[in-house]
């Protein structure tokens, strides 16, 4: 028990507390959320990537693991979570938001925090390679899912070519490029990205918080209830069995199965809300999983530790 309590003091707790500044912050003042979504996505969440991929340590076979790892959890992930929404007869709508909700993993502000307080600073480049993966998945197959399910004017043009509109493919291309020729950029340059990265972990927590404070809540849904239970207990079981088929080890394993086992992301509802997808039902989902994983989280820390 006393294991459980430290576990949720040191590593889960001051996440909610940063949260719950921007959630004081949302109640307090006429902040609009759609604006920092936007800086986001569009500004801080590349540079972000940009940083993570060019300055980690990770040896390629390192790299390449980790993200096959994470890519086929992902796969796993959303084909679970559409196959329930076709069992139960789900409209598409309903089940492109359940789908996104289920694949958007919070690896980055919330995930990333707890890997550390946990585990320290050795499992850090594995949970960075999990959190640039899972973003490639989101803004790639998850943006896919979300035209696919829209409605109105994003359903124009091919889903496929969706994720083209956004700037994280082409920072996580151009990482490649830098890491591949050993290229650096400008001084003044570098030190804008790595500035405007260091502000995207931040930014992501105060958002975190003013979604929560906003968010529609209610009683939760059949729908809710089953997306947030392969969001936080079936993906960490499949992430389990995975890290056994890719012979995770160590620091990789800790960092895979907890970072899989991370509530839904705010990038859910960046994307619900650009799609018009549903954003009531994803923010919901942010906030119910967020809060829940203080309960699936603890005992999952004291059991990879």
């Given amino acids: 028990m006393n294991n459980l309590i430290s576990a949720f003091l040191n590593n889960v707790l001051p996440i909610f507390l940063a949260a719950g500044a ?41 790299i390449v693991m980790m993200m096959g790892f994470t890519i086929l959890l992902m796969i796993a992930v959303a084909a679970l979570m559409g196959g329930i929404g076709f069992l139960m007869r789900w409209d598409r709508s309903l089940i492109a938001a359940a789908v996104l909700a289920s694949m958007a993993t919070n690896a980055g502000n919330y995930g990333l925090s707890v890997n550390k307080f946990a585990f320290g600073d050795a499992v850090l480049p594995y949970a960075s390679v999990f959190m640039v993966a899972n973003s ?3 803004y790639t197959l998850g943006i ?12 124009a043009g091919s889903p ?9 493919v082409y920072a996580l291309l151009l990482a490649l490029v830098f890491n591949h020729f050993h290229l650096r950029l400008p001084l003044p340059v570098d030190r ?26 209610g009683r939760p849904s ?38 899989a086992a991370m509530p839904t992301a705010v990038t859910a509802t960046l994307l619900a809300t650009e ?20 309960l699936t989280l603890t005992p999952l820390i004291t059991f990879l530790s």
């Fill in 22 to 62: 921007g959630a004081v912050l949302g109640k307090t003042t006429s902040i609009q959320p759609t604006t920092l979504s936007k800086l986001i996505l569009f500004l801080f969440s590349p540079c972000l990537v940009f940083v993570m991929l060019t300055s980690s340590e990770l040896g390629n076979d390192d």
């Fill in 275 to 294: 799609f018009e997808l549903q954003p009531e039902f994803v923010t919901f989902s942010v906030a119910f999983s967020t809060l829940i994983s203080i």
């Fill in 160 to 168: 496929l070519l969706a994720p083209l509109r956004y700037p994280f």
């Fill in 192 to 217: 804008v990205v790595q500035l405007f990265s260091d502000a995207a972990i931040p930014t992501m927590l105060v958002l975190l918080g003013i979604q929560l404070a906003n968010a529609p809540w």
């Fill in 222 to 259: 059949g729908a809710l209830i089953a997306t947030n239970s392969i969001r936080l207990i079936a993906s960490p079981l499949i992430a389990l069995a995975l890290s056994a088929l890719f012979i995770l080890q160590g620091p990789a394993r800790q960092a895979g199965i907890l970072q």
């Fill in 144 to 155: 896919t899912v979300a035209c696919w399910g829209a409605k109105g004017t994003h359903k």
């Fill in 136 to 138: 490639l998945m989101t």
